[in-house]
């Protein structure tokens, strides 16, 4: 079973770096021992708003800086004034990182989204 292993070519993944080519050494190690090359942690982007032109803004430009990050993300577009409340955002539209709301009332440039995402 190494055999096959050791002759798998090596892989990239845009989030985690290389694959090393043979990791039958990982086979017989615990979990706890298993690390990621990169954190491998999806984002949930949440662009919070009505539906209006400044918050399809905010959503273009959020997707744009999670591609440039080379991030997993999912974006979520929340248009429920209720489900907007709850979220404590006042004015919109709003982006909420990972259910946290960072910035509202204004669409940031792809660089400031990317300083409030990564």
Partial sequence: MGTLLSQTPRMSCPNWGYIEDDVSN???APISQ??????????????????CLKCAK??????????DLGIEYEIEKVKEIDKIMAFGAMMMPALAVDGEVKIAGKVPSIEEIKALIQ
């Fill in 26 to 28: 990982l086979l017989d």
């Fill in 34 to 51: 298993m690390a990621l090359i990169g954190d491998g942690v999806m984002k949930k982007l949440q662009v919070l708003g009505t539906g």
């Fill in 58 to 67: 905010l959503a273009e430009t959020t997707e744009a800086a999670a591609q």
